[in-house]
């Protein structure tokens, strides 16, 4: 194996259901090994990745969320982007020590890697408000040469209300691209689409399961691009990520902070915006889960006592029961909100709509204070996002204790013997295992 090309995709939201709907990645399966992938707690896309990229889980890496408060800058920062964040190695590191050359398309916390090639989104925001496409890209001019090959990359249909397949089939395009021209050894393949219709409609309506044909698609598009320029036999390993459920119920901490006096609320140009500086305390919401920063270390037994015995929130952690749940880290929020798997949270902190402030009918990943899946909608008669949560029908990030909140893992090679589950960190000794990480004599 060391010898072949291999590729490592990831695919958030696949499941060993959807084969039936996915004749190349069945037929690749029915070839190689499928297993269960149990992804560690929070199972949302950074940790995840990060797990897998490291062996590690989040309170020992650090990337505990898609993003976080940085307290030393009182502010937060979701989808942060820098590979210095993750703390200890990574796989890029155990590559490069080999010598064996490796490429990562539009893999979370990556700029700066040890990785050959890296290319992700980075667009260009001018003072006025406007945005130009780009993104970030190493080495230096990589992604000049792509796009003047390929367009840009169509960020318009990697997330938002346009999300589509069209992002999934550009970056199979890049990856085959750079394949031909530079050979990179091992190549990371970030798959998006299978989580839009999931969390549009839930991961079992026909929208999702058109979904997955569409993915595998793109994917057989791949297998025979790399047959086509002389990559006869490459190793092959998809990754799910996680699982989606569908979700009946939405849950608003930010509200119930405002409402005990805890989360800080200024008006200014008739809208209400959050002050996280100055609030005793307010959430992070990531999907299934969130983050409560409490600035006084007296009221967190008051905050978290809010939540506790509410329908539709499983755990109220704080201290040292954030280990059991891998999230004790000091970036981590010093209560930690987890949902029952039919529930998600909104980062709302407003009664009323017309007192939202005006990024929350846009598609702002950075000035939300938290994940907002409502973006994926589009009002026709405001021409804007809704504020409507309740639109929501999947979500994720809650632990995975049963199998519908299992993802699957595929490879064309056989996986561990009688392995019918592996965790997510189990990736990083898979791969190590393989001998693409192990020094050339």
């Not at 998809?238 to 569908?246: I, R, S």
Request: overall charge negative; hydrophobic content about 45%.
């Amino acid at each position: 194996m060391p010898d072949q090309t291999m590729i490592f995709v990831s695919m958030p939201g696949l499941r060993r259901r959807d084969l039936q709907s996915m004749p190349r990645l069945s037929a690749l399966a029915a070839a190689g090994a499928v297993a269960d992938l149990v992804p560690t707690f929070p199972c949302v896309t950074s940790p995840v990745q990060a797990n897998m990229l490291t062996g590690r889980t989040p309170q020992e890496h650090g990337i505990i969320g898609n993003g976080f408060y940085h307290r030393d800058r009182r502010e937060v920062e979701l989808w942060v982007g820098r590979s210095g964040l993750i703390e200890g190695p990574m796989l890029w590191d155990r590559f490069a020590s080999a010598g064996v050359t490796s490429a990562a398309w539009m893999t979370q916390n990556i700029k700066d890697a040890a990785a050959d090639f890296i290319v992700t989104p980075e667009p260009i925001h001018h003072p006025d408000g406007r945005m130009d496409l780009w993104c970030y890209s190493k080495p230096d001019g990589l992604y000049q040469r792509l796009f003047n090959d390929l367009g840009h990359f169509p960020l318009m249909n990697y997330w938002g209300p346009m999300a589509n397949i069209k992002s999934t089939e550009w970056i199979v395009n890049a990856a085959m691209w750079l394949i031909q021209r530079e050979r990179p050894r091992v190549n990371y393949v970030y798959i998006p689409h299978l989580d839009y219709a999931a969390q549009k409609f839930g991961p079992n309506s026909p929208q999702a399961v058109a979904a997955c044909a569409e993915a595998d698609g793109q994917l057989g598009r791949l297998f025979d691009g790399l047959g086509s320029i002389g990559i006869a036999e490459p190793a092959i390993l998809v990754v799910g990520e996680y699982a989606l459920t569908d979700v009946s119920r939405v849950l608003y901490p930010n509200r119930v902070l405002r409402d005990a006096g805890f989360a800080r609320i200024d008006e200014r140009d008739g809208a209400e915006h959050l002050h996280v500086a100055e609030s005793v305390a307010f959430a992070v919401v990531d999907h299934q889960f969130a983050h409560v920063y409490v600035s006084k270390p007296e009221e967190i037994d008051a905050v978290a006592g809010l939540f506790e015995g509410v329908d539709g929130i499983a755990h109220v952690l704080t201290g040292r029961d954030r280990a059991a749940f891998h999230v004790d880290h000091p970036r981590s929020g010093e209560v930690v909100l987890i949902c029952e798997p039919d529930t998600w949270l909104a980062y709302y902190w407003w009664h009323d709509d017309a007192k939202a402030p005006l990024f929350a009918r846009t598609v702002d990943i950075h000035a939300k204070p938290g994940y907002d899946p409502v973006e994926l909608f589009f009002d026709p008669a405001t021409k804007a996002i809704p504020l409507n949560a309740a639109l929501v029908k999947g979500s994720h990030g809650a632990p995975a204790t049963q199998p519908e909140q299992f993802a699957a893992i595929i490879a064309n090679w056989s996986l561990p013997a009688n392995a019918s589950a592996l965790r997510d960190t189990d990736v990083y000794t898979l791969i190590a295992k393989s001998g693409y990480s192990e020094p050339r004599p």
